[in-house]
Nanobody
Framework: QVQLVESGGGSVQAGGSLRLSCAAS????????MAWYRQAPGKQRELVAS???????NYKNSVKGRFTISRDNAKNTVYLQMNSLKPEDTAVYYC????????????????WGQGTQVTVSS
């Protein structure tokens, strides 16, 4: 079955950089939109960045100019390059993807990664 596996989280100092990766695996026919969400303690999960199959992107205003989302369709992988990190970026980051399988290609299902912790110290 389909799984999303994240990697790249960790602890960095303010102003530093981090690159998150999320690879989808399983019986995948197609992947439409992919995205990164994050959730800080005591707060709701929020959309950070999204990307279509054609690589059209959308960003949360507070990360524009600092974060870059990209994807490698051949590898079924989405990335989030995070530069100029701030303490307020500290959160658990989750990968999201809309994936069609042999039985659901006509209506892609939503999948989530397990989440990876990003901690930015001042």
């Amino acid at each position: 079955q389909v799984q999303l596996v994240e990697s790249g989280g960790g602890s960095v100092q303010a102003g530093g950089s981090l690159r998150l990766s999320c690879a989808a695996s399983g019986s995948i026919v197609s992947i439409n939109n992919m995205a990164w969400y994050r959730q800080a303690p005591g707060k709701q999960r929020e959309l950070v960045a999204s990307i279509t199959r054609s690589s059209n992107t959308n960003y949360k205003n507070s990360v524009k100019g600092r974060f870059t989302i990209s994807r490698d369709n051949a590898k079924n992988t989405v990335y989030l390059q995070m530069n100029s990190l701030k303490p307020e970026d500290t959160a658990v980051y989750y990968c999201y993807a809309e994936i069609g399988t042999a039985s659901t290609w006509w209506r892609p299902s939503e999948y989530w990664g397990q989440g990876t912790q990003v901690t930015v110290s001042s």
